[in-house]
């Protein structure tokens, strides 16, 4: 088992820079690759970024392409998602996850953290 705890959320308004966190715990040995998803009120769940846990190849959705960063700190056994020029529809609630092979689906997640970019 991993447990997930992110952290970072707050309030922001439109065009400032959020770092959001996720701490793993546990099985960290066994991870695969971690990532960021976000809902938005009234929206499906919607994949932002991930990183492998070993050689910190990454993938981002292209709407954060250029604004946000993943990247990992394996001694720490945290994740981070830098985010610069938030835009007021990133409103969501922000989910780590995580997952132990690249077919597997994300079947650790973290409690979520609020992201509120206003006007």
Not at 34 to 48: D, L, N, S, T
Not at 65 to 86: C, E, H, P, W
């Amino acid at each position: 088992q991993v447990q997930l705890v992110a952290s970072g959320g707050g309030l922001v308004q439109a065009g400032s820079s959020l770092r959001l966190s996720c701490a793993a715990s546990g099985r960290t040995f066994s991870l695969y690759s971690m990532g960021w998803f976000r809902r938005a009120p009234g929206k499906e769940r919607e994949f932002v970024a991930s990183i492998t846990w070993t050689g910190g190849s990454t993938v981002y959705a292209d709407s954060v392409k250029g604004r946000f960063t993943i990247s990992r700190d394996t001694a720490r056994n945290t994740v981070y998602l830098q985010m610069n020029s938030l835009k007021p529809e990133e409103t969501a609630v922000y989910y780590c996850a995580a997952r132990n092979s690249a077919r597997a689906e994300y079947v650790f997640w973290g409690q979520g953290t609020q992201v509120t970019v206003s006007s």
